[in-house]
């Protein structure tokens, strides 16, 4: 079975950091651009960062360009979000997936909730 399960939420106060990881299973992902993308109440799911297949080209929505870093392991089949400085505004659930999204990749989510 593919899945990809995101891990590493939870509550932080603002001006903290989050570190999220994402574990695929079931096949290999470095075929695709993968991205992280957040729900917040209320709102619709948008895109935060993406990773090209090799790591090293990365880029950002202008809302978390600065403060958050994506980065990849292809050995290991995982995708990291290292979110600095959080905000109230970053208070979302956070998934995984290829970039552009595959609808049979969505995961649960991993809720992010930065209090002030």
């Known amino acids: 079975q593919v899945q990809l399960v995101e891990s590493g939420g939870g509550l932080v106060q603002v001006g903290g950091s989050l570190r999220l990881s994402c574990a695929a299973s079931?096949?290999?992902?470095?075929?695709?651009?993968m991205g992280w993308f957040r729900q917040a109440p209320g709102k619709e799911r948008e895109f935060v960062a993406g990773?090209?297949?090799?790591?090293?080209?990365?880029y950002y929505s202008d809302s978390v360009k600065g403060r958050f870093t994506i980065s990849r392991d292809n050995a290991k089949n995982t995708v990291a979000l290292q979110m600095n400085s959080l905000k109230p505004e970053d208070t979302a659930v956070y998934y995984c997936?290829?970039?552009?999204?595959?609808?049979?990749?969505w995961g649960k989510g991993t809720l992010v909730t930065v209090s002030s």
């Open positions: 997936n290829t970039k552009p999204p595959l609808p049979e990749y």
């Open positions: 079931g096949r290999t992902f470095n075929i695709y651009h």
């Open positions: 990773v090209d297949q090799s790591g090293y080209i990365t």
